[in-house]
């Protein structure tokens, strides 16, 4: 299994600025990924973020508006930048232990609010 | 592109059986999994098949047919800490890796 740590839980924000997202995993993972749901709704991904190379966005989502960085095989950061109201969501992150193969671990989740 | 169709809300009573189903269409597929999402909490896996037929652990069950594109999760006696939110995922092969796509999601309120 693999334990995630999520920081911060939540946060209140200011219209036009940013926030870093942290996720941190007790095991090195080849891969990533920084879901988004918006209260009530699925998750939708937003990127798949591999260690020494840059992010794979999906569609809708692009490295201006959420940069992602990977330094290592056990640390990731989403940015949130130039937030508006629509960005009040939570975002989660997820890890899959390779050998696994089947099974996804997320963190608890950052719960943005911008105002 | 991906789409995986949930109900959106699902009522039963402690002690019942309920089934949630998934109707799914990928662009290659590579197996479906069911995950348990509580209010507030993270998602939690449940279950996975990669081939057709039934796959049981403990109350949970979850079925899949591919040729019909369509599995469910079977919960059976049901009780109130089983409300939460169910997803369907299938992984999908997009841009060289697999990756997780999620059903619409189904609220199960469980009462006494």
């Known amino acids: 299994s693999a334990v995630i740590s999520q920081k911060p839980s939540r946060d209140i924000c200011q219209r036009g600025t940013s926030l870093t997202i942290q996720c941190q995993v007790d095991s090195q993972v080849t891969m990533m990924f920084w879901y988004r749901q918006q209260p009530g709704q699925s998750l939708t991904l937003i990127a798949t973020a591999n260690q020494g190379s840059e992010a794979t966005y999906e569609s809708g989502f692009v490295i201006d508006k959420f940069p992602i960085s990977r330094p290592n095989l056990t640390f990731s950061t989403l940015t949130v930048s130039n937030m508006s109201p629509e960005d009040s969501s939570i975002y989660l992150c997820s890890v899959e232990i390779t050998g696994l193969g089947t099974e996804a671990f997320f963190g608890q989740g950052t719960r943005l609010t911008v105002v | 592109g991906q789409s995986l169709e949930q109900p959106s809300e699902v009522t039963a009573v402690e002690g019942a059986i309920v089934q949630i189903n998934c109707t799914y269409q990928?662009?290659?597929?590579?197996?479906l999994s069911w995950y348990q999402q509580h209010d507030g909490g993270a998602p939690t896996f449940l279950s996975y098949?990669?081939?057709?037929g039934l796959e049981e652990t403990g109350r949970f069950s979850s079925f899949l047919s591919r040729s019909d594109s369509y599995g469910y999760l079977l919960l059976q006696e049901l009780q109130m800490k089983d409300s939460a939110s169910y997803f369907c995922a299938v992984r999908d092969r997009g841009t060289g890796f697999q990756k997780l796509v999620f059903g619409t999601g189904t609220r199960l309120l469980v009462s006494p």
């Open positions: 098949n990669g081939l057709d």
């Open positions: 990928t662009s290659g597929f590579y197996g």
